[in-house]
């Protein structure tokens, strides 16, 4: 795999991480409590940064599109999922103070050691 593609699925892996930072910005503690779907979703709506991320999210799946034709699914999806989980604890670590427990870096290291595993031959 050229350092390109490489590139290539890694910016797909940020963007999705980007947009899983913005939702969480746009969610208001306590805002949902399950019984007014429509009025939170309403809310959500009319929020710009709620509104970013999906834009976000459907850019970024024209270039996930894009890649397919180029990648195995049972091998690029992996990948950058796994990119995207390690980027997604990173910006939770960072930004929103969450905390790094062992569990968390046993899982981390098992997600990446089952990535290597599958991405095998991946041209």
């Known amino acids: 795999m050229t350092g390109n593609s490489l590139l290539s699925l890694f910016l797909y892996s ?4 980007t947009g899983q930072a913005m939702f969480k910005l746009a969610a208001k503690p306590g805002a949902f409590n399950g019984s ?3 009025g939170y979703a309403t809310n959500l709506l009319t929020t710009p940064i709620f509104l970013a991320a999906c834009l976000l999210y459907a850019l970024s799946t ?3 599109v894009g890649l397919l034709t180029r990648y ?7 990948l950058v999922i796994a990119v995207s989980i390690v980027l ?7 930004l929103f103070q ?11 290291a098992l997600v990446c050691i089952g990535v290597k595993i599958l991405s095998r031959g991946m041209s």
């Open 72 to 78: 195995p699914l049972s091998q690029a999806y992996p």
């Open 98 to 108: 969450e905390e790094m427990t062992i569990d968390k870096i046993i899982g981390l």
């Open 14 to 17: 940020a963007l999705l991480a």
């Open 88 to 94: 997604t604890t990173i910006i939770g670590l960072t």
């Open 36 to 38: 007014d779907l429509l």
């Open 62 to 64: 024209v270039l996930w």
